[in-house]
């Protein structure tokens, strides 16, 4: 009788795992899969997309090992002389450890190979067990077509079955990563807060004194490449304006007139963990094409422009007549190998690559530097989970250009 406890033990483990594996697996992956010819992932499909006679059948099983298991224990118990309260307490602690916890988190772990495994036996209950089964399922829908009147809830995708559609069809070369990286920024754009799209950081920020003369302030702009120049008063920490270099000729008219007659005097300020979205509405909404960013201390963290946020939602970046091709923070994008800068934040980064790079760092090279814990030199490179990062520039003790490349994963 101890062998048949144990054989119900087993049952009971068999149905809980096989609940939580059917129910976890993806059933975009198995179509893909289903579409290169996997006759196994078709059987599969075809199983796993009539969830209510899989599920009746699995419950029908569960519950009747569950059953007879107590008054198998109790019958031993009573005629060992042991006590049927520990019994039954021991038994317990017994189906919920064996029974439930370990079968459903091992299921959880690799729900499509114990799917396989288990669809044979399943299928072979459902044609057992239809007589019952198909009795439940009809009152069910009965009972379900009265609570909703009849009305057929609309087929939807979420949000991570989106997802992960994109990076099936990624893996499977149906879009280029252009095209990837682009539907993941507009799927990920509502969770982003400013500090994580900042491309100009306070070291990288060119801003103007207040009391420039016509002279010194044309010089800089005709120099540069940049339409508006954010213009301070003490410091970078006293925005007081930003300049659009249109105003440089209505200036040139009258070269006495002081600096900030012709300045923007209240620019627009945003904190660094306010969110993107709300951002983006605000500059739309005043007409700004660019924001001081604060950081928590009210000191100035950089600048955001309205190009930047575009940048981001469409995974790549804008350039126009006046851009500079070797200053783009992306130099090259390949299916597992950049070139970008190293102020490209990591969030992006973790985009391109689908990595879980951790975020304490806001930018690429801040992450290096902690990883060398030291500043690096040229042609010095590093290998940690799963990305190899080639330094390929240093500008004193900046880092100016990384080689960022995807590892192949070693087949066990």
Not at 237 to 251: A, E, M, N, Q
Request: aromatic share 8%; net charge negative; charged share 25%.
């Amino acid at each position: 009788m101890t062998v048949v406890v144990i054989f119900l033990l087993l049952v009971s483990a068999f149905f809980s795992g096989s609940e939580t594996a059917l129910t976890a697996t993806s059933k975009l992956k198995l179509q893909s899969e289903a579409n290169h010819g996997n006759k196994k992932a078709e059987k599969l499909l075809g199983l796993i997309s009539r969830p209510s006679e899989f599920i009746t059948t699995i419950l029908i099983g569960n519950n009747i090992a569950n059953l007879v298991l107590p008054v198998l224990v109790t019958t031993i118990a009573l005629s060992n002389g042991f006590s049927v309260t520990w019994a039954t307490v021991i038994l317990t602690v017994t189906i919920i450890i064996f029974g439930e916890v370990f079968p459903k988190s091992i299921a959880a772990a690799f729900p499509e190979r114990i799917s396989m495994l288990v669809m044979p036996i399943i299928n072979f209950l459902i044609i057992v067990f239809k007589p019952v089964t198909s009795v439940f399922n009809r009152m069910t829908d009965f009972i379900t077509n009265k609570l909703s009147h009849g009305e057929k809830k609309p087929w939807t995708v979420s949000k991570d079955e989106l997802i992960s559609m994109i990076e099936i069809a990624d893996e499977e070369g149906v879009i280029d990563p252009h095209e990837s990286l682009r539907v993941r920024g507009i799927l990920d754009f509502t969770n982003l807060n400013v500090k994580d799209v900042l491309q100009t950081p306070r070291v990288e920020m060119d801003a103007l004194k207040y009391d420039m003369t016509f002279d010194e302030v044309s010089k800089i702009v005709t120099e540069g490449m940049y339409t508006r120049y954010p213009v301070y008063r003490e410091d970078l920490d006293d925005i007081v304006g930003v300049f659009h270099t249109k105003y440089i000729l209505k200036w040139s008219l009258n070269k006495d007139d002081e600096f900030l007659k012709y300045c923007d005097t209240t620019p627009l300020t945003i904190r660094e963990f306010q969110s993107v979205e709300d951002v983006l509405r605000m500059m739309t909404r005043e007409r700004r094409h660019m924001a001081i960013v604060l950081d928590e201390y009210g000191g100035t963290e950089g600048i955001l422009t309205h190009e930047d946020i575009i940048e981001t939602l469409l995974g790549f970046e804008i350039e126009d007549e006046m851009d500079d091709k070797s200053e783009a923070i992306v130099r090259s994008l390949k299916e597992d190998r950049i070139i970008c800068e190293g102020k490209i934040t990591l969030h992006r980064l973790n985009a391109i690559f689908q990595t879980e790079i951790p975020e304490e760092e806001d930018t690429l090279s801040g992450y290096l530097y902690f990883l060398f814990d030291a500043i690096p030199e040229k042609g010095d490179s590093i290998e940690i989970d799963g990305l190899k990062f080639d330094v390929l520039q240093m500008e004193e003790n900046t880092i100016r250009l990384v080689k960022v490349t995807k590892l192949k994963q070693r087949s066990e």
